[in-house]
């Protein structure tokens, strides 16, 4: 399965956002283009969720804020044992979430 996870980029000014809005944050257009989220960054702030709803089926989640490369910043699952500020993580898309035979995908980070 060739999953992808896409936000959006301003066609007036630029603004790269994820996750997409209506509106774009920095001009208030509503002349957005999809945008694909790919590439390399660094771990700005990561944090541990063990309160996570009866359904799920981890014992906790571990997200991540990541600055790409490209400048734009993003929030997704950090599939790191050993994580640490400022580390070099790649995107990927994966299962997020399992609830029984459902599988939700999303956003993740590995290290490089």
Do not use: W
């Not at 957005?32 to 990561?46: A, H, M, R």
């Amino acid at each position: 399965m060739d999953e992808k996870v896409y936000g959006a980029r301003c066609k007036d000014c630029g603004k790269e956002m994820y996750p997409a809005h209506a509106r774009c944050p920095e001009c208030g257009s509503e002349n957005l283009e999809p945008l694909e989220i790919t590439g390399e960054g660094k771990v700005l702030t990561y944090t541990d969720l063990y309160a996570l709803p009866l359904d799920y089926e981890q014992r906790y989640l571990r997200l991540a804020i990541v600055e790409l490369d490209s400048g734009l910043r993003a929030t997704g699952q950090l599939l790191d044992e050993k994580p640490k500020i400022g580390k070099r993580v790649k995107t990927t898309v994966g299962v997020v979430r399992k609830s029984g035979d459902r599988k939700t995908h999303g956003l993740q980070f590995v290290p490089l």
